[in-house]
């Protein structure tokens, strides 16, 4: 017998552990969704997979093509770099709007998101960012945000910033060429000083170096795979979609 919600709670379940598992890159980038072994896998109805699927075609994590099925939407260069040209601006706006409105609340919050995240361990053997980290990063970027008074705005926010992190775990990879930790700091002390001008520059600067180094290892990934004939990066493009706002945040800087 059917009951009533339990559907749509089922579908609702299964569509946050495949979006926290595309997200984490526990369903790779570019592959095939095949709905019966991945029902199987969950423990749950087709039903409720086929319920699932459009929200994360909507949030831009999978895309569907006549005849060939779903695919988890593949990362590239391009699509990396259109999605941090729109977040940056995004987040900026959401910045200058808090320092705009925010009161002593907001300042008491960026502060402490910014002490933890400090002092959180990046990473033990600095070949990997640890949860903690990423946990805390979030925080942080988030409070910045909090106060713009609109939270249509910080959905469309949310979106950008989980969409990024698919990005951002690929910058661990490479040899330490900056500081992020005095980034944050110099990013919280005009925030709180509420320097329009100075915040949003350095806030820019910080999300646009993280996607110049992420673009560098994705192109010695395509340069590598190619020399071994392995699938490249990329994958292959999907359609075009239409963004939907989030239903939860989540973790580019």
């Known amino acids: 017998m059917k009951v009533a919600g339990k559907d749509q709670t089922i579908s609702g379940e299964t569509f946050e552990i495949l979006r926290a598992q595309i997200l984490a890159g526990d369903i790779a980038p570019?592959?095939?969704v095949k709905t019966?072994?991945?029902?199987q896998r969950m423990g749950v109805s087709l039903g409720a997979l086929r319920e699932a699927l459009p929200q994360l075609i909507a949030d831009g994590l999978v895309f569907v093509e006549a005849h060939r099925g779903y695919t988890v939407t593949p990362l590239s260069i391009d699509d990396l770099l259109d999605l941090t040209r729109v977040r940056t601006e995004i987040e900026v706006l959401c910045l200058t709007w808090?320092?705009?409105?925010?009161?002593?609340?907001?300042?008491?919050e960026v502060i402490a998101a910014s002490h933890r995240l400090a002092?959180?361990?990046r990473a033990a053997d600095r070949a990997a960012v640890s949860p903690a980290w990423i946990e805390a990063h979030d925080v942080y970027h988030a409070a910045l945000a909090s106060a713009c008074g609109s939270p249509?705005?910080?959905?469309i926010r949310k979106q950008l910033y989980e969409l990024s992190e698919r990005y951002r775990k690929m910058e661990s990879a490479m040899a330490r060429d900056r500081n992020p930790d005095d980034e944050h700091k110099r990013i919280t002390a005009a925030a709180i000083d509420r320097n329009i001008p100075v915040a949003t520059q350095l806030l820019s600067s910080h999300i646009e170096r993280t996607t110049e180094n992420i673009v560098k290892t994705m192109r010695k990934k395509i340069s590598d795979t190619a020399r071994t004939g392995q699938p490249r990066l990329q994958g292959r493009k999907p359609p075009a979609r239409t963004a939907r706002q989030p239903k939860r945040g989540g973790s580019v800087r």
Do not use: D, F
């Open 36 to 39: 019966q072994e991945v029902a």
């Open 30 to 32: 570019g592959s095939k």
């Open 152 to 155: 249509r705005l910080l959905l």
């Open 119 to 121: 002092k959180t361990v």
């Open 98 to 108: 808090s320092m705009q409105l925010g009161k002593l609340e907001w300042e008491s």
